[in-house]
């Protein structure tokens, strides 16, 4: 289109196209290039000869394999299935209920986050495993095994489902409630007719979230998967057990076609997603409602004492001199320099690695999804962008660590000084957990009127100052969502950096899965409990933020 | 705006560069070692090289066995480390063979045992120390259930060890590949596939790590784990109700040994370590925690260790497990890995 | 559709300075055209209202004047600059929505004085014309509070302040009053008519209420399917549609199919009415005639034009009563009729009455036949 081509005096255009042409750069190199470093190896042999398609016929012809696949989608599924209803109904009673406690709830429910996700698989260990005290409850099947893996990813996955689901019901129009019961409508009618469709967009989010990070997630196949093979353990195999990198990116490859496919699920839901937070749209403040906010405060008691069960089990453990055989207390659990040379040095390392992680991934998801989502020009660099923000939910932490470990250690590439450094082990960790990031930033975006960006046009107002002025003070609380949610991650994740940590940069969590295997496991979950309590105290303090936030800079939020 | 977010990522950049390359102040050498020697014995190596080779830094980079080989080959590109200390051989044997090593012979490795120095081909590897393969025994599950010990791998495809018996993978893990080959080395190829099938039918769990197994059987999550000796022992030493049984077949062994990374950048310093890895004193050091060193004239015998180990070491040709590696696992995968009903 | 060209001619108050200029002006969306070669003038300081359904072009037209969407070809001039490829942040323009837009996180004063801060003029000058603004929109005493405290009419005012405090050239409105409940949109129609008079600012209101556009406009651009049917003073929209689609579109029209016998006659069933005018039609030329409502006289005696009817239904609206009345034979004509309320109560007419209804030549309004 020549009117595109020729449009040169318009500034704004050019400095957003600018901006996401750096964005896109930007992404291209954290996600997609280290990608297609491991990737490209699918096609070559150990030597790195092109071999066309042979590693694939291979993987075909092998029937474990095979079945590996299958196993994962329906673990993935029935995970999905389990998972999503129940977050949405628990997000459900945090917003849209007056049941005494949302704050605790939330921060109980955010519980699984604060830990690495084989904490959940080793707590079943030691509840349901052979020595376990309600081994019993099985009725004689094993923990090891799928029912294992369901119930850990299940728990490891609420809080990412939650998070989306109480962003998509949070901003809502008090108004269509306020219309909807004037025309006597009964309260049923009213979740099907408003409160779902309002939220469609998160729930078909929450599902891909979910499937894809139980099918991605090799911890708790690891550790209690039993004989029970999935995709991911696939590619632990061959490329941890057998060093076969090319058989590895394959299973790699198979594992990046949900997010693919997810990816264009996605862009169809999108166009149908309307704004739903205009200016005139007045926030909604539930009533109290003593039947439901009583069913509701049950339901999350249930699920909460549920999650927080898991953690004390592996908080209690760590206090414990040898179990199951001899349960006296002990403190010697922390004191970590006898089981990790780095002792408390490890955790100091993580700190600081989850805070430049929670800055830096924050300001550039944030910035990045208002550049693709509400900014005009270059239609499909914003879709490239979009892509690439989706791409790093399919990609197991493994490849796309080692993918880093081919990119940034090639001997051409001048980023080889950050090797084994912070600045590596901060970037792979923004760009892993880059997708769920985006989207809570996107789902919060698209809740703003789209009109904000063509009045502050008319008024010669760049979009950058309508960003600072408007859009990052109406969207605090989701940024503050994302930015714990990074500082979290960033603090647990291990799959990813495994291969990145250099000496010096050992990080805590990489120190757990150093003292599981050699069978510390109680000093394992003591480190695991100070991660744990760490985030719980940002958690907190976020809570607290909010509440600042809401009360002082939000009194617009207020009728 | 826009300018500030700019600066606090330049910021941010200099501020992560400046806490990573804290330089040593002292003018020593800084060698970077990938090692697959257990966290607790990190400290104290580096304590006993650093004060013997005085010019020297130790700076550790540690992962179990099959990460650390994964990572040494994923950067083999570009390698990051200058020496290689306490990995298993068979993993240094494979890095010889695609000549990632630098040739050097340390000055006391003539002194060594002779199954602890390279043979073929130019001279890369020393040993260290070696560990077997045993099995952690729970008595007291055993004794609820009335089980008896075992005392060979014959023992262990007996009925009553139905679903009691973890291993770990031999794909997963190097140790697991050890067995694995060990048993065919014993009993010959095609014994050793009958005695596997057999075995099987008893595995509750293949695991995905080395270590687990004995670690599972001294938490009492599994009667028997088939292990390696170390572990068994520092499990039993923290309280572990178990015995470590070495089969009176014989049983599969690998050494941890020493090399120098090709195109180092430190190859004095490296070769400083690498002569410190054959001295006595260092061996010595590794009597500590292992029953098997390298050094003759080192006598050994770390707590909890099982008895007369040297003589229940099978014979055990390194360059054939190498060679038969894929064709094994391959063998291996289709016979067992198929079946992945859990029990 | 004919007749695109009569609107040009039909304008008698042709703008004396264009201000705005038009030029094959199109827009694609993938396939489908959602303006087609759109020719447009308008003068300084006029109201112009785009009037028609959903979908029918007019948001995309005013978006395509904003810079907002830009167009796929055609030219738009702005005082005689070509202004086609520039941005909105170049066109002088205010505009307001009909979802108000106004930013939630900010004040009413800081909302209206949005455009002004980023000028970098003065504290105390942009203090002194917010308070003028929103003293012009009628909230002196609104300044400190938020949008969500205010209702939806002081909203859109507020929107309307914040849209003109820049003192731009055109002002655009996009559905502004559409969300709005009817009293508070009847007396805002009133006050941003007034306030235009007032500022002479050049005005384009996009609206699908007729009624609405007949109220404000000087002039009305009706639109159907990205093409403009008509542009006439509200006045000549109404009484003169152009094309069926506007007559039907702008105020309540009976449509009655037939064929030209005549020159001026036209058979419709078994009736032959009589026409003041039918240029560019001939004999045996399918057509449809027009009549408005208002149009129809209940008269005594037979005559050229004059309809034995009978009233089927009566319905009240306030100031008049819409007949709807039925004629004889075998297929019978459907009419409808605004009798005013004096009339009616004369008369006393009542459902089931049979009448005898006149169709003035002159207010019968002759278009091609609609496939």
């Known amino acids: 289109m020549s009117a595109n081509a020729s449009f040169t005096r318009d500034r704004e255009a050019r400095v957003a196209t600018l901006l996401l042409a750096g964005l896109a750069f930007l992404l291209v190199l954290l996600i997609a290039v280290p990608l297609w470093s491991l990737l490209s190896k699918s096609v070559q042999n150990s030597n790195g000869q092109f071999v066309g398609l042979a590693n694939f016929a291979r993987y075909i012809s092998t029937p474990a394999l095979v079945a590996s696949l299958w196993n994962s989608i329906w673990v993935s599924s029935l995970v999905a299935l389990i998972v999503v209803p129940l977050a949405f109904l628990y997000a459900y009673a945090l917003t849209r209920s007056r049941m005494p406690g949302r704050g605790l709830f939330m921060a109980v429910a955010m519980t699984p986050l604060f830990a690495p996700s084989l904490l959940s698989a080793i707590s079943l260990i030691y509840i349901f495993g052979n020595q376990g005290f309600l081994k019993s409850w099985l009725f004689g099947a094993s923990i090891y095994g799928p029912v294992g893996i369901v119930l850990a990813e299940a728990v490891y996955c609420f809080p990412h489902a939650l998070m989306i689901m109480v962003t998509a019901l949070r901003l809502a129009d008090g108004r269509l409630y306020e219309v909807a019961e004037a025309l006597g409508t009964s309260k049923s009618r009213v979740f099907f007719t408003v409160t779902l469709p309002g939220a469609r967009y998160g729930l078909i989010s929450a599902i891909f979230v979910v499937f894809t990070l139980v099918i991605t997630d090799f911890g708790i196949p690891k550790v209690i998967g039993g004989q029970f093979n999935v995709l991911a353990t696939d590619a632990y195999k061959q490329i941890v057990g057998q060093q076969n990198f090319e058989m590895g990116a394959v299973v790699g490859l198979i594992l990046l076609m949900p997010a693919i496919f997810a990816f264009f699920v996605d862009r169809q839901v999108q166009k149908k997603q309307v704004a739903l937070l205009s200016a005139r749209a007045v926030p909604y403040e539930p009533k109290p409602n003593g039947k439901r906010d009583f069913a509701l405060l049950a339901f999350c008691l249930v699920i909460g004492g549920l999650l927080i069960g898991m953690l004390g089990m592996a908080i209690w453990a760590s206090f414990i001199r040898y179990w199951p055989y001899n349960l006296t207390f002990t403190l010697n659990n922390y004191n970590f320099a006898n089981f990790d040379p780095q002792g408390w040095g490890a955790y100091l390392t993580s700190l600081k690695m989850a805070g430049l992680t929670a800055i830096f991934g924050t300001t550039i998801v944030f910035f990045g999804a208002y550049l693709v989502e509400k900014t005009k020009p270059a239609p499909a660099l914003r879709g490239f962008v979009h892509f690439l923000a989706m791409l790093p939910m399919a990609v197991p932490g493994l490849v796309l660590g080692l993918g880093y470990v081919f990119f940034v250690n090639a001997p051409w590439n001048p980023l080889g000084i950050f090797y084994g450094t912070l600045t590596v082990l901060v970037a792979n960790t923004v760009a892993h957990f880059y997708t769920v990031a985006h989207i809570t930033a996107v789902t919060q975006l698209k809740q703003i009127d789209a009109e904000f960006e063509s009045v502050s046009a008319s008024l010669k107002v760049p979009f950058w100052v309508t960003f600072r002025r408007v859009t990052v003070p109406i969207s605090l609380p989701a940024v503050l969502d994302i930015a714990v949610y990074l500082f979290v991650n960033a603090l647990t994740t291990v799959s990813a950096v495994i291969f990145l940590y250099g000496p010096g940069t050992k990080l805590a969590s990489i120190a757990i899965v150093h003292m599981d295997e050699m069978g510390a496991v109680a000093a394992a979950a003591a480190m695991a409990t100070c991660i744990v309590f760490t985030a719980m105290a940002v958690k907190l303090l976020h809570l607290a933020l909010d509440r600042v936030v809401f009360a002082r800079f939000q009194a617009w939020r207020k009728r | 705006m826009k300018q500030g977010w700019l600066a606090g990522v330049a910021m941010g950049l200099v501020l992560a560069m400046g806490w990573s390359s804290a330089a040593d102040a002292q003018g020593r050498t800084r060698v970077t070692v990938y090692t697959a020697l257990e966290n607790d014995q990190l400290q104290p190596f580096k304590q006993a090289i650093e004060a013997d080779v005085p010019d020297v830094e130790i700076s550790w980079v540690r992962d179990s066995t099959g990460v650390i080989t994964s990572r040494f080959l994923a950067e083999k590109e570009n390698p990051r480390a200058d020496v290689v200390l306490g990995l298993a051989a068979t993993s240094l044997l494979l890095f010889e063979k695609m000549n990632l090593l630098e040739e050097y012979k340390p000055a006391g490795a003539d002194a060594l045992k002779p199954a602890y120095r390279d043979t073929s081909g130019p001279y890369t590897w020393t040993g260290m120390d070696a560990f077997l393969a045993v099995v952690c025994f729970n008595t007291a599950e055993a004794a609820k259930e009335k089980v008896s010990a075992p005392t060979s791998w014959m023992d262990l495809t007996k009925p009553e060890f139905k679903g009691k018996i973890v291993m770990p993978h031999p794909a997963s893990s190097g140790t697991g590949y050890l067995k694995v080959a060990a048993w065919l080395q014993i009993m010959g190829e095609q014994a050793g596939w009958a005695y596997m099938d057999k075995l099987h039918e008893n595995i509750a769990v293949y695991t995905h790590s080395g270590s687990a197994p004995c670690v599972q059987a001294a938490k009492g999550e599994r009667m028997v784990g088939i292990g390696f000796d170390m572990r068994g022992a520092r499990e039993k030493t923290q309280g572990a109700p178990i015995d470590l049984i070495l089969p009176k077949e014989g049983a599969g062994w690998d050494m941890e040994a020493t090399a120098i990374v090709k195109g180092t950048k430190n190859l004095a310093a490296a070769k400083k370590v690498a002569d410190w890895v054959a001295t006595k004193k260092a061996n010595e050091l590794y009597g500590r925690y292992y029953a098997l060193v390298a050094h003759p004239d080192v006598k050994s015998a770390p707590p909890n260790y099982p008895a007369d180990a040297e003589a229940k070491m099978a014979k055990n040709d390194f360059g054939w497990m190498a060679e038969n590696r894929e064709r094994i696992l391959a063998e291996w995968t289709k016979r067992y890995d198929s079946k992945a009903a859990p029990r | ?371």
């Open chain 3, 1 to 371: 559709m004919p007749n695109h060209a009569a609107m040009t001619s039909e304008a008698p108050r042709a703008p004396e300075r264009s201000f705005l200029s038009i030029r094959s002006l199109t827009k694609s969306f993938g396939p489908f055209q959602a303006l087609k070669s759109i020719d447009l003038e308008i003068g300084e300081g006029e109201f112009v209202c785009f009037l028609g359904p959903s979908g029918c072009g007019k948001t995309t037209l005013l978006r395509a004047i904003a810079g907002l969407d830009r167009q796929t070809g055609g030219s738009i001039m702005l005082r005689g600059k070509d202004v086609s490829n520039a941005p909105p942040s170049q066109r002088d323009f205010g505009i307001v929505f009909q979802s108000y837009a106004l930013f939630p996180n900010l004040t009413v004063a800081d909302n209206v004085g949005y455009g002004l801060v980023n000028q970098k003029k003065p504290r105390d000058m942009i203090i002194a014309r917010v308070s003028e603004l929103l003293a012009l929109v009628g909230l002196p005493d609104q300044a400190s509070k938020y949008p969500a405290q205010l209702s939806g009419g002081q909203q859109q005012r507020v929107a309307l302040a914040r849209a003109l405090a820049t003192s731009p050239g055109l002002l655009l409105l996009d559905e502004p009053l559409s969300a709005l409940d009817a009293r508070v949109r009847l007396r805002l129609r009133e006050e941003i008519r007034a306030l235009q008079r007032r500022l002479g600012v050049t005005t384009i209101m996009v609206t699908h209420d007729q009624e609405e556009a007949l109220s404000m406009a000087e002039r009305i651009v009706v639109m159907n399917h990205g093409v403009i049917e008509q542009v006439g003073t509200p006045e000549e929209v109404y009484a003169r549609p152009a094309t069926a689609f506007v007559a039907d579109f702008v105020g309540r029209m009976t449509f009655l199919s037939g064929v030209m016998e005549g020159a001026t006659l036209v058979r419709v069933g078994d009736q032959a009415l009589r026409v003041a005018e039918a240029p560019g039609f001939s004999a045996g030329q399918k057509v449809e005639l027009g009549l408005r409502p208002e149009a129809v006289r209940l008269v005594e005696g037979a005559g050229e034009n004059r309809l034995s009817m009978r009233i089927t239904e009566l319905e009240y609206l306030g100031s008049f009563v819409r007949a709807t009345l039925e004629g004889e034979g075998a297929s019978p004509l459907t009419l409808l009729a605004d009798l005013p309320f004096n009339v009616m109560q004369d008369r006393a007419y009542a459902p089931g009455q049979a009448v005898i209804a006149e169709l003035p030549a002159s207010a019968l309004r002759i278009f091609s036949a609609r496939t």
